[in-house]
């Protein structure tokens, strides 16, 4: 298959859940497959970046220029609110990017276009070719979700702008493509809701299990890690949430607990936890894996968002035993007390927490098995084929 994949940014370096699934799934279908690459210029990197990509076999058009995108605030949120655009959509709308895919549609010839996100989606009108649009989230969930937790009257009806923008595209949108990919059956439900039967796939998250191996040389006694890009209000959330009402009731119960904040871009608040007794505020690592190892338990506190952890499968790929929320572990088929704690509120949660570090054999036993479940069921070999069917299916469906 020729295969053209559009993506709002360069799927490296692995930062984020996004980009570590965009780079996997494109490493997958290359394999046996002429995949060309549009992607954005969002970071002064990109432009080294892509070569990681073109390792792949790929070939990559980078957008350039595209580091000015507008900044998230009320005035775009706002803007947003008036042309019914979710703000991921009215951010995104590039005229270079527009026009760069016109070139790219006139001078090849593609069997498929693979859309990532309703960030891409917007362009579905330049071409009459079988497309895939590729749904990380359930964007209105997050958003819903986001304006439910804030008490500010102003935000609160920001968010809920944002919640309805972005059901109109689920609802209006999603239809216009040949199939639509989810990572969750959660996900899913909300999509089929829209789509005609038997469009929308169940495409889940997954892990590199040949990369993210056990290894607890070098794991240090009472160390709790969360990964996350730290500019995004979830990730914000959850950590804030840990440190503040979590975290010492641990503390109370084990000595000398260290809990790092791992990601990139920690805004005011997030830095600001750093000042909390053990609490350690990172910022952006060159490679998250060795924080993976370092860390005894892998807490995951999110109390707002959609789709799947990937931070959640590469800490099991690494035998690391995970305590989650129902919302951070949502889409998982992960059982609890077995290869997952899950716990909602301050008290279980810490409890769960203490239990694992004061427990080795208990956090040995969950660790294994969550390293089993991801082996036989995230592996991204096998969600790489999954996919694949999905674009063979679009494209041999009868007209």
Same mark, same amino acid.
């Given at each position: 298959?020729?295969?053209?994949?559009?993506?709002?940014?360069?799927?490296?370096?692995?930062?984020?859940?996004?980009?570590?699934?965009?780079?996997?799934?494109? +490493?997958?279908?290359?394999?046996?497959?002429?995949?060309?690459?549009?992607?954005?210029?969002?970071?002064?990197?990109?432009?080294?970046?892509?070569?990681?990509?073109?390792?792949?076999?790929?070939?990559?058009?980078?957008?350039?220029?595209?580091?000015?995108?507008?900044?998230?605030?009320?005035?775009?949120?706002?803007?947003?609110?008036? +042309? %019914?655009?979710?703000?991921?959509?009215?951010?995104?709308?590039?005229?270079?990017?527009?026009?760069?895919?016109?070139?790219?549609?006139?001078? *090849?010839?593609?069997?498929?276009?693979?859309?990532?996100?309703?960030?891409?989606?917007?362009?579905?009108?330049?071409?009459?070719?079988?497309?895939?649009?590729?749904?990380?989230?359930?964007?209105? =969930?997050?958003?819903?979700?986001?304006?439910?937790?804030?008490?500010?009257?102003?935000?609160?009806?920001?968010?809920?702008?944002?919640?309805?923008?972005?059901?109109?595209?689920?609802?209006?949108?999603?239809?216009?493509?040949?199939?639509?990919?989810?990572?969750?059956?959660?996900?899913?439900?909300?999509?089929? $809701?829209?789509?005609?039967?038997?469009?929308?796939?169940?495409?889940?998250?997954?892990?590199?299990?040949?990369?993210?191996?056990?290894?607890?040389?070098?794991?240090?006694?009472?160390?709790?890690?969360?990964?996350?890009?730290?500019?995004?209000?979830?990730?914000?959330? =959850?950590?804030?949430?840990?440190?503040?009402?979590?975290?010492?009731?641990?503390?109370?119960?084990?000595?000398?607990?260290?809990?790092?904040?791992?990601?990139?871009?920690?805004?005011?608040?997030?830095?600001?936890?750093?000042?909390?007794?053990?609490?350690?505020?990172?910022?952006?690592?060159? $490679?998250?894996?060795?924080? @993976?190892?370092? &860390?005894?338990? @892998?807490?995951?506190?999110?109390?707002?968002?959609?789709?799947?952890?990937?931070?959640?499968?590469?800490?099991?790929?690494?035998?690391?035993?995970?305590?989650?929320?129902?919302?951070? &572990?949502?889409?998982?088929?992960? %059982?609890?007390?077995? *290869?997952?704690?899950?716990?909602?509120?301050?008290?279980? @949660? &810490? $409890? &769960?927490?203490?239990?694992?570090?004061?427990?080795?054999?208990?956090?040995?036993?969950?660790?294994?098995?969550?390293?089993?479940?991801? $082996?036989?069921?995230?592996?991204?070999?096998?969600?790489?084929?999954?996919?694949?069917?999905?674009?063979?299916?679009?494209?041999?469906?009868?007209?």
């Amino acid at each position: 298959m020729k295969i053209l994949f559009l993506s709002p940014t360069v799927p490296y370096p692995l930062t984020d859940g996004g980009r570590i699934r965009v780079f996997n799934l494109l +490493k997958q279908i290359a394999q046996n497959n002429d995949v060309t690459l549009l992607a954005l210029e969002t970071q002064p990197t990109d432009a080294e970046s892509i070569s990681n990509i073109q390792d792949l076999d790929i070939k990559v058009h980078l957008v350039p220029n595209a580091s000015t995108l507008p900044r998230v605030s009320l005035s775009t949120l706002f803007s947003a609110f008036f +042309k %019914r655009q979710p703000i991921t959509v009215a951010r995104y709308n590039v005229p270079a990017y527009r026009q760069r895919l016109k070139e790219l549609l006139s001078a *090849e010839t593609f069997d498929l276009v693979h859309y990532e996100m309703f960030h891409t989606a917007q362009f579905y009108s330049e071409t009459d070719l079988p497309r895939v649009l590729s749904q990380q989230n359930v964007d209105s =969930a997050i958003w819903r979700r986001l304006q439910s937790e804030t008490t500010n009257l102003f935000y609160k009806f920001a968010y809920w702008t944002q919640q309805l923008a972005f059901q109109r595209y689920e609802r209006v949108i999603s239809p216009k493509f040949d199939a639509v990919t989810c990572t969750s059956d959660i996900d899913a439900a909300v999509f089929q $809701e829209h789509c005609v039967e038997d469009i929308v796939e169940v495409i889940p998250n997954g892990v590199d299990v040949t990369h993210y191996r056990p290894d607890f040389t070098s794991e240090e006694p009472a160390h709790l890690i969360y990964i996350g890009s730290m500019d995004w209000y979830p990730n914000e959330d =959850a950590v804030s949430f840990f440190a503040e009402e979590v975290l010492p009731q641990i503390q109370s119960s084990v000595q000398d607990v260290k809990f790092s904040i791992v990601g990139g871009n920690p805004s005011a608040q997030v830095q600001k936890l750093g000042d909390k007794e053990g609490v350690v505020v990172t910022g952006r690592v060159p $490679e998250i894996k060795p924080y @993976f190892a370092g &860390a005894t338990v @892998f807490v995951v506190p999110l109390r707002i968002g959609s789709g799947t952890r990937l931070k959640i499968l590469e800490a099991l790929a690494m035998g690391k035993a995970v305590v989650s929320t129902t919302v951070g &572990a949502e889409g998982l088929a992960l %059982r609890d007390g077995e *290869e997952i704690f899950i716990a909602d509120e301050p008290k279980t @949660f &810490a $409890e &769960a927490v203490t239990r694992l570090l004061t427990d080795s054999s208990l956090r040995q036993k969950i660790g294994e098995n969550g390293r089993a479940r991801v $082996e036989q069921d995230y592996d991204w070999r096998n969600i790489g084929k999954k996919l694949l069917a999905v674009y063979e299916s679009v494209i041999t469906k009868p007209i």
